[in-house]
């Protein structure tokens, strides 16, 4: 990367440079939407606007704005939306308590296997 950070000329898109990443430095970004084109029934890949520099700012063109980009509101981005249910204190101590008690007998359980694993009804039980 030593020569690389080096590098610093005039190209056909402006100045050419990087930074110590590695990383063009003053770099544009254009960005376009394909849209159909009702007269000839044709999608066309359009530019609507350019991210500009290291913060990603984005700038739409002249002729575009939020409503010609998104003239439906803008569209979900496929992520499902996550909704957040609460349950009651009652309920989760309710459960709680329950699944303590489910523990403690098979516990139970357990221990009586073990303690009796001689009689012969315990024995039977066994594979």
């Known amino acids: 990367f030593d020569h690389l950070t080096e590098t610093n000329f005039l190209?056909?898109?402006g100045n050419i440079s990087f930074d110590?990443?590695?990383i063009r430095a003053g770099r544009?970004?254009?960005?376009?939407?394909?849209?159909r084109n009702y007269s000839s029934n044709l999608i066309v890949s359009t530019r609507i606007g350019s991210v500009v520099g290291d913060e990603f700012n984005f700038v739409y063109?002249?002729?575009?704005?939020?409503?010609?980009?998104w003239p439906e509101g803008v569209p979900n981005d496929g992520i499902p939306l996550e909704r957040i249910?609460?349950?009651?204190?009652s309920i989760s101590?309710?459960?709680g308590l329950?699944?303590?008690g489910g523990l403690v007998f098979c516990l139970v359980c357990l221990l009586f296997n073990i303690i009796f694993r001689q009689t012969k009804l315990i024995r039977l039980t066994s594979p």
């Open 11 to 13: 190209g056909i898109t």
């Open 20 to 22: 110590a990443d590695g």
């Open 28 to 35: 544009r970004l254009y960005v376009y939407q394909n849209r």
């Open 61 to 69: 063109v002249d002729t575009e704005n939020h409503s010609t980009v």
């Open 85 to 89: 249910t609460t349950v009651h204190l």
């Open 93 to 95: 101590i309710i459960f």
């Open 98 to 100: 329950l699944s303590a």
